[in-house]
């Protein structure tokens, strides 16, 4: 019913930068908050940005200054913009979205299928 597709992962130089994007489509009535995870190899799924229909956001201290979330209520799509790049950045980043759709009563959350970020040198 709903899909999620990131783009704009790569391998990147140390304090270099990538903007991530996250297009929701399908059978969507309105979407609430939308968000960026990030897990590393070995590691658990980790919250790195949210921002909310009203387009208030939040930040994971390791990322505050360096990461901006932003979104674009008419594409129903979400950015993630990244600079000052550091290799404990590298990671996968999942895109998430709480969606209501068409003829539903509650939001529930949907996933992308991940983008792999690189920070090397």
């Known amino acids: 019913q709903v899909q999620l597709v990131e783009s704009g992962g790569g391998l990147v130089q140390p304090g270099g930068s990538l903007r991530l994007s996250c297009a929701a489509s399908g059978s969507i009535f309105s979407i609430n908050a939308m968000g960026w995870y990030r897990q590393a190899p070995g590691k658990q799924r980790d919250i790195v940005a949210t921002i909310t229909s009203g387009s208030s956001t939040d930040y994971a201290d390791s990322v505050k200054g360096r990461f901006t979330i932003s979104r674009d209520n008419a594409r129903n799509t979400t950015y993630l913009q990244m600079n000052s790049l550091k290799p404990e950045d590298t990671a996968v980043y999942y895109c998430?979205?709480?969606?209501?759709?068409?003829?539903?009563?509650?939001?529930?959350?949907?996933w992308g299928q991940g983008t792999q970020v690189t920070v090397s040198s």
């Open positions: 998430y979205a709480q969606v209501k759709v068409l003829g539903g009563r509650f939001y529930l959350a949907y």
